[in-house]
């Protein structure tokens, strides 16, 4: 069974530990390898344990989660927010979420989100065909916006899309 390597940041105790008994109890497909609460710690975590998926919590004293993602040099993970507030959703969206989930967790929203990050996870996996790493795409400049050869555009099969 595929595993998915995932690091909680949440600054609430209380809210680390109940996620990580949520996604151990009905989960299986996540294997959680590190919890922390302190987002300086979180970071250092981030860069050690390299997670394939990154529960946040969006408000913490001093640097909120969406400060210690634009602090991160490098954010090759998935990211799903896990907050007790509504109103951030628009800013999840522009920071790549995968998904967005309201506390109290909902067993199936935390289950249904799981599903997605499987997905993903086997659409990244080389060699079956299918990827949705961008960064070994090119992006050229059109006239009217931008093509990423090989997805909808030129191809070197295909200068002509």
Partial sequence: ?????????????????????LLKSYCPEIEVIGKCGKPNEAKLMIYDLKP??????????????????????YKDFMLVFVTAHSEYGIQAVKANAVDYLLKP???KELQQTV????????????????????????IISQLQGFTLPGVYGPTADNPMG
């Fill in 1 to 21: 069974m595929l595993k998915i390597n995932t690091l909680i940041i949440d600054d609430e105790l209380n809210g680390r530990n109940n996620l990580h008994y």
């Fill in 115 to 138: 599903k997605k990050l499987v997905e993903l996870k086997l659409k990244a996996v080389p060699g079956n065909g299918k990827s949705n790493n961008y960064h070994d795409k090119i």
């Fill in 105 to 107: 967790v909902s067993i």
């Fill in 52 to 73: 394939d998926v990154v529960f946040l919590d969006i408000n913490m004293p001093k640097v909120n989660g969406f400060e210690l993602l634009d602090s991160l040099i």
